[in-house]
């Protein structure tokens, strides 16, 4: 299984980006994707999940509301679109797949910066 991210960027604040997740070697039903992102000197955090058996998402308060997670079954890549980008979204974005929905995320994609500037 490998994932591969995509589509990061410099923006500016209250605009709009959308990251790709391309994966091989998996099928979509079978697994929840996921996506993080770690800002500089700060841990890494979740930002928000799709599950693969249900197709339900879920993100975190900071976030929810401007970013949406979906899927193309027939390109085999998840999306993560970001919209009203805020200077503190600033952060390498990972996607990652985990089987089912309460297994640990174990396939991780290289990371994509994204950059908003004020």
Known sequence: VQLQASGGGLVQAGGSLRLSCAASGLTFSSYSMG????????????????????GTTYYVDSVKGRFTISRDY?????????????PEDTA???CAARRGDYATY???GQGTLVTVSS
């Open 92 to 94: 390498v974005y990972y």
């Open 35 to 54: 996506w993080f992102r770690q800002a500089p000197g700060k841990e890494r955090e979740f930002v928000g999940r799709l599950s693969g058996r249900t």
């Open 74 to 86: 027939a390109k085999n890549t998840v999306y993560l679109q970001m919209n009203s980008l805020r």
């Open 106 to 108: 174990d396939v991780w």
